[in-house]
């Protein structure tokens, strides 16, 4: 097959795709599917980067031309607003791509899609069920491709849940994190990133709801299970939970509703936490449910941070990506 060279002086951080071996390009390629596929240093610096890009958003790095695809199999407020102002500040633009206006939703392959997607745009953020599914389109794929929320993880929340822990409390290296509620895909998140920026985490979770056995057993030393929240929150530093249903579960609403009837962080299970604990949810959240109305809407909570640095911190992810 003949391949064309091109002449043309690529912009800093861009590979001509026209010109590259798809096989050296996966064996060099980053993608962000989950906290695991950079270091623990990386993800710090990556942090470290959101904060200073929050402050002075000039220091951006300039990805005029670049385009960003964003496949979205399911609803999203923030990930998607956050990604899309990003790639805009950075001087690049986005494509939204639902199921419903893609030839995704009409059963073309993953592989397909990304090899075709992958010729075309600079970086894939793709929100979706099954993580196998991320993993797949990544292989086949010659650009980054970022996970924006699987049912196993949903890594891009944590790097802003670190930052807004950074910018309120310091480093979060050594303090101690409580997960209340589900074993979902935020709280394996939270999993890895106990391991990656060294706290404790223990976790509460009905019986039956518990995540993912193989990932707390590989991640002990920092990791422990508990049955009873109270346990779980006693003098943390952070607690953290997440709705009872996630998306695609909306069906179980119900039956979860009354297993998880004794995990609902409010004022009373914060009271047994460090006096000086933060409170923190992905969002969108379900008053009265997982957290109380009085929680949410306090005026010292940081969850409006917590969203906000989606924006800063998905932002020195695609510069990160985008400059590889
Ligand atoms: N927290 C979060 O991922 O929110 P969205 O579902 O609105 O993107
Ligand atoms: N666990 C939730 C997170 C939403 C941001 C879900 O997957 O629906």
Same mark, same amino acid.
């Given at each position: 097959?003949?391949?064309?060279?091109? =002449?043309?002086?690529?912009?800093?951080?861009?590979?001509? @795709?026209? $010109?590259?071996?798809?096989?050296?390009?996966?064996?060099?390629?980053?993608? &962000?599917?989950?906290?695991?596929? &950079?270091?623990?240093? =990386?993800?710090?610096?990556? !942090?470290? *980067?959101?904060?200073?890009?929050?402050?002075?958003?000039?220091?951006?790095?300039?990805?005029?031309?670049?385009?960003?695809?964003?496949? &979205?199999?399911?609803?999203?407020?923030?990930?998607? $607003?956050?990604?899309?102002?990003?790639?805009?500040?950075?001087?690049?633009?986005?494509?939204?791509?639902?199921?419903?206006?893609?030839?995704?939703? #009409?059963?073309?392959?993953?592989?397909?899609?990304?090899?075709?997607?992958? *010729?075309?745009?600079?970086?894939?953020?793709?929100?979706? &069920?099954?993580?196998?599914?991320?993993? #797949?389109?990544?292989?086949?794929?010659?650009?980054? !491709?970022?996970?924006?929320?699987?049912?196993?993880?949903?890594?891009?929340?944590?790097?802003?849940?670190?930052? /807004?822990?950074?910018?309120?409390?310091?480093?979060?290296?050594?303090?101690?994190?409580?997960?209340?509620?589900?074993?979902?895909?935020?709280?394996?998140?939270?999993?890895?990133?106990?391991?990656?920026?060294?706290?404790?985490?223990?976790?509460?979770?009905?019986?039956?709801?518990?995540?993912?056995?193989?990932?707390?057993?590989?991640? @002990?030393?920092?990791? #422990?299970?508990?049955?009873?929240?109270?346990?779980?929150?006693?003098?943390?530093?952070? !607690?953290?939970?997440? $709705?009872?249903?996630?998306?695609?579960?909306?069906?179980?609403?119900?039956? *979860?509703?009354?297993?998880?009837?004794?995990?609902?962080?409010? =004022?009373?299970?914060?009271?047994?936490?460090?006096?000086?604990?933060?409170?923190?949810?992905?969002?969108?959240?379900?008053?009265?449910? =997982?957290?109380?109305?009085?929680?949410?809407?306090?005026? /010292?909570? $940081? !969850?409006?941070?917590?969203?906000?640095?989606?924006?800063?911190?998905?932002?020195?992810?695609?510069?990160?990506?985008?400059?590889?």
């Amino acid at each position: 097959m003949f391949l064309a060279q091109t =002449e043309f002086d690529p912009p800093a951080g861009s590979r001509p @795709k026209s $010109v590259m071996n798809p096989e050296i390009a996966s064996m060099s390629l980053r993608h &962000f599917l989950t906290l695991n596929d &950079f270091s623990g240093s =990386e993800l710090l610096a990556l !942090v470290q *980067r959101a904060i200073a890009l929050k402050q002075n958003p000039a220091l951006a790095a300039d990805f005029q031309r670049h385009t960003l695809g964003l496949i &979205f199999d399911k609803a999203s407020t923030r990930t998607r $607003v956050a990604f899309e102002v990003a790639m805009t500040q950075l001087g690049g633009a986005s494509i939204f791509l639902s199921k419903a206006d893609t030839q995704l939703g #009409r059963g073309e392959p993953i592989e397909d899609s990304a090899r075709v997607l992958s *010729r075309m745009v600079d970086c894939v953020a793709i929100r979706t &069920f099954e993580h196998a599914r991320l993993v #797949r389109f990544a292989e086949y794929s010659r650009v980054p !491709v970022i996970n924006a929320l699987s049912d196993s993880f949903h890594p891009c929340q944590l790097l802003a849940d670190v930052q /807004t822990f950074l910018e309120h409390r310091g480093p979060i290296a050594g303090k101690s994190v409580a997960w209340i509620g589900d074993g979902n895909n935020m709280c394996q998140s939270y999993i890895n990133a106990a391991a990656a920026f060294d706290f404790e985490l223990r976790i509460a979770c009905p019986p039956g709801f518990e995540p993912d056995a193989d990932l707390v057993n590989a991640n @002990k030393s920092r990791v #422990r299970l508990v049955q009873d929240p109270a346990t779980a929150v006693a003098g943390v530093d952070l !607690v953290v939970t997440d $709705v009872w249903a996630s998306m695609g579960q909306e069906h179980e609403q119900a039956l *979860r509703g009354s297993s998880f009837l004794n995990y609902s962080v409010n =004022e009373e299970l914060m009271a047994q936490a460090a006096p000086e604990a933060l409170f923190m949810h992905c969002l969108p959240a379900h008053r009265g449910e =997982e957290v109380s109305a009085g929680l949410l809407d306090a005026d /010292t909570t $940081v !969850v409006w941070d917590e969203a906000e640095n989606r924006m800063h911190s998905q932002k020195a992810l695609l510069e990160m990506l985008l400059s590889q």
